[in-house]
């Protein structure tokens, strides 16, 4: 079986494989070896999902290193896996949400202009202590970033796509969101969600309340964020934006209530390390006939 694979540091954390594989290092530019046999794909970045499927007629399964599939899944023809990695950027993307949550509930994005400027402004700030969240996505990134907020003593709201107990559905999203003091988006991106966060979305959310995108750009109605935030209602965290990259004129840049990452939710140290062991698996289950580990459905 023939794999390929777009980081060479990536094989010391495959663990064991099976006789007969053959991993090669294909990092988008000329192919190593005839693409005719690849059947197992970890594509690199810029990569068409179009070309894959078009020049690797062999290719049983593609397996991803991001959490998101929106761009592959449309294009994957049928009798082929696609496999997300689901679980390796948890931990981090958490921690973005927590640290973008706070530091804009504490204005330190304020207060770095002000320190830009060499000018001393104290300032009363809201606190996360005693406020409530609403967390729109309960996987396992909403999952943790909901124990990190009930640690600051926070009460937690939860939506998923499928109720379960303490979780809510998107059909309570009109009644929550008034509720909310801060609004976690980390959904998948959907047709379902696409643009869910629109201007009738905003509107619900309470004067002063902070939203927080830490899924993709796409979700939110950008231009919608903009006005409110403009006009001062609301404040927001980004570490997706659509467009993307945010123009560099784009209003957003220059607002004080918006503070704004370059997508970096799971951009930690460590990343060769925590994608590539699911890689592995994924060959030795491969090549012994047995179901793949995180396959997308219902588009993610």
């Not at 991001?66 to 696609?82: K, N, R, T």
Request: proline share 8%; with cysteine.
């Amino acid at each position: 079986m023939k794999v390929w694979i777009p980081h060479e540091d990536g094989l010391a954390h495959l663990g064991p494989l099976p006789d007969g594989v053959d991993v090669e290092i294909y990092e988008g530019g000329a192919y190593p070896s005839d693409p005719a046999g690849v059947e197992l794909l970890v594509p690199p970045g810029g990569v068409p999902p179009e070309r894959v499927f078009a020049e690797l007629p062999g290719l049983r399964a593609v397996q991803l290193l991001s959490a998101g599939a929106e761009q592959w899944v449309p294009h994957v023809p049928e009798g082929i896996a696609l496999c997300d990695n689901k679980g390796a950027h948890t931990e981090a993307t958490a921690e973005w949400i927590q640290t973008a949550t706070l530091a804009s509930i504490r204005r330190f994005d304020a207060f770095a202009r002000r320190q830009s400027a060499r000018e001393w402004a104290p300032a009363r700030t809201t606190t996360l202590t005693g406020a409530t969240a609403l967390i729109v996505g309960a996987g396992s990134i909403g999952e943790s970033v909901a124990r990190r907020f009930a640690a600051s003593r926070t009460e937690v709201l939860k939506i998923a796509r499928t109720a379960r107990p303490g979780v809510h559905t998107l059909d309570d999203l009109p009644d929550l969101l008034p509720k909310a003091d801060v609004v976690v988006i980390i959904v998948p991106l959907t047709p379902e969600t696409e643009r869910l966060v629109d201007a009738a979305f905003l509107a619900r959310m309470k004067d002063g309340a902070l939203l927080v995108n830490a899924a993709r750009g796409r979700v939110v109605d950008t231009e919608a964020l903009t006005r409110e935030v403009a006009a001062g209602r609301l404040r927001c965290a980004l570490d997706v934006t659509e467009p993307e990259p945010l123009p560099a004129d784009h209003e957003l840049w220059g607002l004080e209530g918006a503070l704004i990452t370059p997508h970096v939710g799971g951009a930690v140290e460590g990343f060769i390390e925590r994608v590539y062991p699911l890689v592995g698996d994924q060959i030795r289950r491969l090549d012994a006939g047995e179901p793949l580990a995180n396959t997308t459905e219902h588009g993610y």
